[in-house]
């Protein structure tokens, strides 16, 4: 009998901002009372997680003093140690502040900007001294409603250099870092540049160090804009690309709606976790979500539970996909081809370019072939809806 409980193994991790989310949306205020980053480190270790992760803000509000704010990192650092918990991600608020009104790294105000950059490396500084290796950008607010305020293309040279400026103080400073880059379609702005995981695929390309930098794509981000979000994360691991992932659900073409993974879209999320398994990805698997406004302050442990339970059912029933006979003899059917051709598929070379134009297809009878794609999907969701 499964129990579907999560270990340190399953590299459960969650943000602090996520289970220590109060319930305040634009129409309404706080409904749960604030959660200290030490009894969100105490709870999560009960439930199995492995990680937490913040933002510099999160672990000390903007204004602290020096004093202040060292005791708080010095008690949440005795808190990781005294509970088990590691903190693999960490990353800088650049959106909260009424300073990051107009952006951070793209703001038309060349102060904002370099104060953008400063409040990055003491955040970068900040997690190197509780053990994180993977440091995440969201650009909240690297958008626009006006685009006559703002040159699109400068905007996407600005992050550069920011980027840029910040792989060079990584390795300056001797860190570890990989940088995890999380896009958004819209949302606090009308317009966010980098809209999806693919147009940062297209950017990382142009950065000086490439290697350091990869996504982290949120399920919910693409859900957005009615993206499947098992394309989105198969064609970044395919790209050596996937340094960090946010796991959450959405209804499609919404407000970031960050739900419970595994709250609306079953069958993607499967394939999701199917492909995290088999993929060899071995990075944490983050849950950036939080639970429903009218919870109390222990339904975010109902939350938080129901996230991590639910990715292991998910990867239970990829084992038994694996293992099912039907489905398995269903899918050597769909790809069997003739054997004749395979010899004429592979790298160019002219002499395969040759044989190539010499083989007789039978098209009729290719395109007459069996593919039996309703049977394996009914299959599939048999299996989900536990009759199978
Ligand atoms: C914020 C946002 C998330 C980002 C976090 C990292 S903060 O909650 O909605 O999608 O991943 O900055
Ligand atoms: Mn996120
Ligand atoms: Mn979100």
Redesign the pocket.
């Given at each position: 009998m499964k129990t579907y409980m999560p270990t340190k193994d399953d590299k459960f991790t969650f943000?602090l901002?996520?289970v220590g989310n109060r319930g305040r949306d634009p129409f309404g205020d706080a409904v749960r009372p604030a959660l200290s980053p030490i009894d969100a480190v105490k709870r999560l270790s009960a439930l199995g997680a492995y990680g937490v992760n913040f933002?510099d803000d999160d672990l000390a509000p903007i204004d602290a003093t020096p004093t202040e704010r060292a005791r708080l990192i010095r008690e949440f650092k005795t808190a990781l140690s005294d509970y088990g918990l590691c903190a693999p991600m960490a990353?800088?608020?650049?959106?909260y502040d009424p300073v990051f009104r107009d952006g951070a790294f793209t703001a038309n105000d060349a102060s904002v900007r370099a104060y953008a950059l400063q409040k990055a490396m003491k955040a970068m500084d900040l997690g190197v001294e509780v053990g994180a290796q993977i440091y995440?950008?969201?650009g909240?607010r690297e958008g626009a409603e006006v685009d006559a305020g703002k040159d699109a293309v400068t905007a996407v040279k600005r992050f550069r250099d920011a980027l840029n400026f910040l792989c060079e103080y990584s390795r300056d400073q001797g860190y570890d870092y990989r940088f995890a880059l999380?896009a958004?379609p819209n949302e606090p702005r009308g317009d966010l540049y980098f809209p999806t995981t693919g147009s940062y695929l297209g950017f990382i390309a142009t950065l000086d160090h490439k290697e350091m930098v990869g996504v982290?794509p949120?399920v919910?981000?693409e859900q957005m804009i009615g993206l499947n979000f098992y394309h989105v994360v198969a064609q970044a691991i395919e790209a050596g690309k996937l340094f960090h992932i946010?796991l959450n659900d959405q209804k499609f073409l919404r407000f970031?709606q960050?739900l419970r993974f595994g709250a609306e879209s079953i069958k993607t999320l499967f394939f999701l976790v199917k492909l995290l398994e088999e993929s060899g990805y071995s990075g944490p698997r983050h849950f950036?979500a939080h639970c429903y406004r009218t919870e109390d302050a222990e339904g975010v442990w109902d939350f938080a539970a129901g996230c991590m339970r639910t990715y292991l059912i998910f990867k239970e029933k990829a084992r038994r996909f694996n293992e099912d006979p039907e489905i398995q003899s269903l899918l050597s059917e769909i790809s069997a081809g003739d054997p004749a051709v395979a010899d004429c598929s592979g790298p160019y070379s002219r002499a395969r370019a040759q044989m190539l134009r010499g083989v007789a297809f039978d098209r009729a009878a290719l395109a007459r072939k069996r593919l039996p794609y309703e049977r394996l999907d009914q299959l599939t969701i048999e299996l989900l809806l536990g009759v199978r």
């Open positions: 943000g901002w996520t933002h990353t800088t608020n650049l959106f995440v950008f969201w909240g999380e958004k982290n949120e919910g981000h946010d970031d960050d950036d």
